[in-house]
């Protein structure tokens, strides 16, 4: 069925460490959202990223729509960037409704 | 971010009570959102309005009642509530419904969210 999956679901990072969260779709997208989930539960837009690369500071996402994934890099990590980030996608024909992946837990130690 | 406020943050009630939790956007969309995100697990959308009229409702229990009087402005209704209830609650907007030609295309805002507990 129609899904999205994160990986990994949990990651421990020492800070100025680089990391990579990976996000797998099972059909064809025509929206991909990252977001940022902090602490106090507010959902922050990262990216919005259905195809192609785009950097936002030491930030940066790419989705390979081909090939139903999306990857969002993040460079030099700092304390702040702790909290889950979380994939979404809208999928073609599935009445534009934005699914959730689990979401991957990031803790930054200083 | 500010577009999107909602209050209460916190509220604690009990099964009996009946509370309201109110969503206001700042940014000129047309359509709002309600999601629910318990412990551990992703966001599951509840309820979707356009102009002001519902035109999803996710299987939600009738004990979540939505209101959106315009298009800046929506409510959640809550009575009689179980203690899996328990969630945060969170609003959401985009300038256009899903459903919509090219509506899912666009980028939904969220609010803070209410953490609702249920005793």
């Known amino acids: 069925g129609i899904q999205v999956e994160q990986s990994p679901p949990d990651l421990i990072l020492q800070e100025g460490a680089n990391s990579t969260l990976r996000c797998n779709f099972s059909d064809s997208v025509n929206n991909l959202q990252w977001f940022h989930q902090n602490p106090w539960g507010q959902l922050i837009n990262l990216f919005y990223?259905?195809?192609g690369t785009k950097q936002n500071g030491r930030l940066s996402a790419t989705t390979v729509a081909t090939e139903r994934y999306s990857l969002l890099y993040i460079s030099s990590s700092q304390t702040t960037d702790s909290g889950v980030y979380f994939c979404?996608?809208?999928?073609?024909?599935?009445?534009?409704?934005?699914?959730f992946g689990q979401g991957t837990e990031l803790s930054v130690k200083p | 971010e500010t577009g999107v406020t909602q209050t209460p943050r916190h509220l604690v009630m009990g099964m009996t009570n009946k509370k309201s939790l109110k969503c206001e956007q700042h940014l000129g969309h047309n359509a709002m959102y309600w999601y629910k995100q318990s412990a551990k697990k992703p966001l599951e959308l509840m309820f979707v309005?356009?102009?002001?009229?519902?035109?999803e409702n996710n299987s939600v229990p009738s004990r979540f009642s939505p209101e959106c009087p315009n298009s800046s402005h929506l409510f959640l209704h809550l009575h009689t509530l179980q203690p899996e209830d328990s969630a945060l609650y969170l609003c959401a907007s985009s300038l256009r419904s899903p459903g919509l030609a090219g509506g899912g295309q666009e980028t939904q805002y969220f609010g803070p969210g209410t953490r609702l507990l249920v005793l």
């Open positions: 979404a996608a809208v999928f073609y024909n599935q009445g534009g409704k934005l699914i």
């Open positions: 309005y356009n102009f002001k009229e519902q035109t």
């Open positions: 990223i259905p195809s």
